[in-house]
């Protein structure tokens, strides 16, 4: 059994930055990867970022690339989304998933954290 936790979100203004954290627990090694995911009430879930657990390579979003780094310590079962250059539309509940492949889909992702929110306002 896995089990994710997200902290770290909060009201920041634009232009601002936030780190979040995913801690896991139980076998979660066994996923290939650990991504990041955002969804606003009414839209889709969408992939933001992502890390695999061996040898770190990632795959961002187009909305974030650039702006938003993940990162990971395999140790502690941590994986973390640095977010700067925030904006309005970065606003919404953050999900940190572990699944079995680095990929965009929702689907790819097999559990999921219970989510922390991000709030962009001026």
């Known amino acids: 059994q896995v089990n994710l936790v997200e902290t770290g979100g909060g009201l920041v203004q634009p232009g601002g930055s936030l780190r979040l954290i995913c801690v896991g627990s139980?076998?979660?090694?066994?996923?290939?990867?650990m991504a990041w995911f955002r969804q606003v009430p009414g839209k889709e879930r969408e992939y933001v970022a992502g890390?695999?657990?061996?040898?770190?390579?990632?795959l961002y979003g187009n909305a974030v690339a650039g702006r938003f780094t993940v990162s990971k310590d395999n140790a502690r079962k941590t994986v973390y989304l640095e977010m700067k250059n925030l904006k309005p539309e970065d606003t919404g509940v953050y999900y940190c998933a572990s699944g079995r492949g680095l990929r965009y889909g929702v689907n790819e992702y097999d559990y999921w954290g219970q989510g922390t929110q991000v709030t962009v306002v001026s």
């Open positions: 139980g076998d979660i090694l066994r996923d290939s990867a």
């Open positions: 890390i695999r657990w061996v040898g770190a390579r990632t």
